[in-house]
């Protein structure tokens, strides 16, 4: 079971969420593709770590072969080719490493070389593998290194919790592709409401079951209830905002392993969540 863990924006507490769920799960997979800034490891603290450098591929001109007809260039959707005063160029920057432009090349003047964008670390806390995600700094897209990290997923396992960027971009949307359940994370606030309302649209467009966990829940917020009623979208639990939870999470501890409250209303919503994945 593949359960992906999404928020409208960052801070709702969707990395919260995730390492509890894993660590409650015990023999689990905690999947990091927040690869601009991950910090479950900051938690987990995973020991024995290998690590595995992820590479992309760019085009390379021989300028002895190149013709300067520019069918690179009307090919490239992404404007990634251009000549100047008949010298090609590349923008590695917007380059999506499709390898189009070698295939139309006419007179073969376009290879691939390597490029490093970011690694994926492979470790563990206790029963649970983790598995992190890193895009170098500067890099524009972190793709390569999420499909990276969840390649490592193996097919028979507990449980693989998916701790997905926030927002509703294209890395969301690579990490949500294998999961069989998605948890949505909103705040009970207006702007926690409408970050959430674009997060439920993406995985709605992708087909993908879901259901929500309201997390800072001080006091019920009656525009997001009828939001999720309306649209029978399940309310698994409502975390408290309480100073304990602060306290556990500014020294980087583990909710579930340290507060019994936690420990039993996590232990209830792996249960209802296998049980909205039979269904």
């Known amino acids: 079971m593949k359960v992906a863990v999404l928020s409208g924006k960052g801070g709702t507490g969707k990395t919260f969420v995730s390492v509890n769920l894993a660590v409650t799960a015990k023999e689990s997979i905690y999947i ?7 910090n479950g490891r900051l938690f ?3 020991k024995n770590i290998k690590k595995e450098e992820v590479f992309t591929l760019l085009p390379q001109f021989l300028g002895e072969k190149c013709i300067g007809c520019r069918k690179c260039v009307d090919f490239c959707r992404f404007n990634a080719l251009g000549f100047i005063k008949n010298i090609p160029l590349v923008f590695s920057e917007v380059c999506h490493s499709c ?3 070698a295939i ?3 007179s073969g003047a376009i290879s691939e070389t390597k490029r490093p964008i970011g690694v994926v670390e492979d470790g563990f806390y206790k029963s649970v593998r983790v598995i992190t995600g890193e895009l170098n700094v500067g890099e524009t897209s972190g793709v390569p290194v999420i499909r990276t990290a969840l390649d490592r997923t193996p097919i028979n396992e507990n449980i693989t919790v998916i701790d997905c960027p926030p927002g509703s971009a294209c890395t969301v949307m690579e990490s949500v592709e294998i ?3 998605c948890v949505l994370v909103a705040e009970a606030t207006a702007f926690g409401l409408h970050n959430f309302q674009m997060v439920y649209e993406l995985v709605s467009l992708l087909q993908k079951p879901c259901g929500v966990v309201i997390n800072k829940a001080d006091g019920s917020y009656s525009h997001l209830e009828s ?3 309306e649209r029978n979208i399940p309310v698994f639990c409502r975390i408290p905002y309480k100073e304990n939870l ?3 999470g500014a020294k980087a501890g583990i909710a579930v392993e340290e507060d ?3 420990k039993e209303q996590f232990s209830e919503l792996l249960g209802k969540i296998k049980r909205e994945v039979e269904k």
């Not at 990091?32 to 991950?38: K, Q, S």
């Open 32 to 38: 990091d593709c927040d690869v601009e800034e991950p």
């Open 44 to 46: 987990l603290k995973p």
């Open 99 to 101: 390898g189009g432009c």
């Open 104 to 106: 139309v090349c006419p």
């Open 179 to 181: 999961a069989d359940y």
């Open 227 to 229: 939001f999720c009623k």
């Open 246 to 248: 602060a306290q556990i």
């Open 260 to 262: 019994g409250e936690m």
